[in-house]
DNA sequence: TGAATTTTATGATTTGAATCATAAGGCATT
DNA sequence: AATGCCTTATGATTCAAATCATAAAATTCA
């Protein structure tokens, strides 16, 4: 279910070097051009915004194989957002043009890329509709689902133990910690959720 | 500005359809499995989420030419939203596997549609962040300048004439039409809006 | 190992958008 | 023209999440 990105041997193929990046290091900044493709090769990225008010907002987390901030390559728009190391990590990068040219040469990864696109304007717009829903557990267990099944693959009960901290759960929703720490309490209670030494199972 | 989508004539010679929908009436539900490429031919269409509490979520409107509702055509996803006609409308519909052939063939094409998809993720991951801020009056005046900039491609102080009412603004936002109606109002106070015997202008 | 930071936790208080209530102005339909 | 529905409007009230305060547990890191 993980779509699976372009292969590494591929991308060093067309030019691409890999970059590391030390933990809370910038990938790219909001209001920047696109100028790279950007994927994963280890360590996590997230791509974050920051509200008037100095609170954080995580649009997503990115783990290997996956690539990031590829819309601007495709439009003349700038970054909606920050690219930002959560780890230190090696991140694959390819000149925009070159990365076109990719595309052009081999459609079946152009189909690949655009699937993880369309995914992830699927999440993007489940995710809006829990946020504007007033809802906190409801949009909780949403993430949670859509990290547990359309990240992770899967299904079980309980099978998906969250490596999340409540403040990250935070940042993805919008909601604040104690917000968060209440709300995953409550839903333990009402069986949506497990959590073992403070752990969260889903 | 306006991705400007796929030939209708080419759509045609792939065998899409003409359907007409009246007034309110679904062209897909929620939960459904994909089956065509849409794209608007006459009309309009809004997808949109009904919450727990009844209230709706509108997610986008879609005007000739764009398509919608392709990512669950690129994953093995069922429909986040249902579609529905806001007017009596046009709308072509061609079989997935044809579309993906098309694709296929076009490479030009699909990089259009793949454009398409990027931009309404842009949309999408801008506004996730305006939703979770809490501000109603930010949060309104980017969805009018999303509108007034990337779908009708203005620029001008004052020259997008908003043709939407103060309802559809708050279900497309997750506010309520009060609030919609106050933040209006306030936001003209700091001239960041004009109103002109009841329409907005931005 | 110990210090510093982050995470989880919980209670009290504030706040601002939602909700409720009501009404007038527009618009469409007959 | 009359009817009814939708939109805009505004004030009063409610309510739930944010905020504030504080602290213990856990983790990081020097």
Redesign the pocket.
Request: aromatic share 0%.
């Given at each position: 279910m993980v779509a699976s990105m372009i292969e590494e041997s591929l991308l060093i193929t067309y030019g691409a070097k890999i970059k590391k990046y030390k933990?809370n290091e910038y990938v790219f900044k909001e209001g920047q051009k696109a100028r790279y493709y950007y994927q994963v090769s280890s360590g996590e990225v997230k791509m974050n915004n920051f509200l008037e008010?100095g609170?954080e907002f995580v649009q997503s987390f990115f783990n290997a194989p996956r690539s990031f901030g590829e819309p601007p390559l495709f439009s003349d728009i700038l970054y909606p957002a920050n690219a930002v190391a959560t780890k230190d990590s090696e991140i694959l990068q390819l000149e925009k043009t070159t990365f076109l040219n990719l595309l052009r040469e081999n459609p079946d990864i152009h189909l690949k890329v655009t699937q993880a696109i369309a995914l992830r304007l699927y999440y993007k717009a489940i995710m809006a509709t829990e946020i504007s829903s007033?809802?906190?557990?409801h949009c909780i267990l949403r993430v949670l689902d859509y990290l547990k099944k359309d990240v992770y693959g899967l299904s079980g009960p309980f099978s998906f133990k969250v490596n999340?901290?409540?403040?990250?759960?935070?940042h993805l929703t919008?909601?604040?910690?104690?917000?968060?720490?209440?709300?995953?309490?409550s839903l333990e209670k009402k069986n949506e959720l497990l959590?073992k030494?403070?752990?969260?199972y889903r």
């Open positions: 933990k008010n609170k007033q809802e906190p557990e999340l901290t409540r403040q990250q759960i935070a919008g909601l604040r910690v104690e917000t968060v720490i209440r709300a995953t309490k959590i030494n403070r752990k969260l």
